[in-house]
């Protein structure tokens, strides 16, 4: 008998604020992240007016605060910052949900924009599967730049795919906030396009 398959985005869906930001401000600190972004506003505003992918943007700004950062403490700040603070961060009615496509004994896949190490130790614990951006390594170090490109919009189905057979399912939900989970809705049986309320 076929399973069921529930497809979740992270960022405004599952959280509240955006894990990338509240990960890097956590990692380099508050302010050599507003520096960042202050140094990179001009390519933020051509990302707006749809001059620039936000993909682009966000490995900039990834090369500028993580570029020669050693992976192991890395790690293992991005393992502390999952399982300790990110959890503050999640809508209940989002767990709600997860808990309901566990029950059913579906399968749940959460499928992220946002990089893979701050991710997946909340995922594990939590007996999710993950299908994130994976960052660069090279030499112990980070480049700072994207080994995968940016998942969102159609890149969450070309790796969803990658990872199963959609026909493998019977049924599929997915579970989105934002026009880069528009694509993934669309491989949906019953698709979830709104913010979860608390």
Not at 98 to 127: F, M, T
Request: hydrophobic share 40%; aromatic share 14%.
């Amino acid at each position: 008998m076929k399973r069921n398959l529930a497809l979740f985005d992270f960022d405004g869906t599952i959280s509240r604020k955006d894990s990338m930001i509240e990960f890097l401000k956590f990692y380099c600190g508050s302010s050599k992240v507003y520096v960042a972004y202050l140094l990179h506003l001009h390519w933020l505003l051509l990302m707006q007016i749809g001059f620039i992918e936000k993909g682009k943007v966000k490995e900039k700004i990834w090369h500028y605060l993580l570029n020669s950062k050693a992976i192991s403490s890395f790690q293992n700040k991005a393992r502390f910052f999952s399982l300790n603070i990110l959890p503050a961060f999640l809508y209940n009615e989002a767990l709600q949900r997860i808990q309901y496509h566990r029950d059913l004994g579906d399968r749940i896949i959460v499928v992220s924009a946002s990089a893979e190490e701050w991710l997946k130790p909340w995922c594990d614990i939590n007996k999710l599967e993950l299908i994130a951006t994976k960052l660069e390594k090279k030499d112990g170090k980070l480049t700072g730049k994207m080994m995968t490109p940016n998942c969102k919009g159609p890149e969450k189905v070309k790796r969803v795919k990658e990872f199963l057979k959609i026909e493998d399912y019977s049924y599929i939900s997915a579970y989105g906030d934002s026009a880069g989970d528009k694509e993934m809705l669309q491989l949906a049986h019953y698709p979830f396009y709104r913010k979860f309320r608390k």
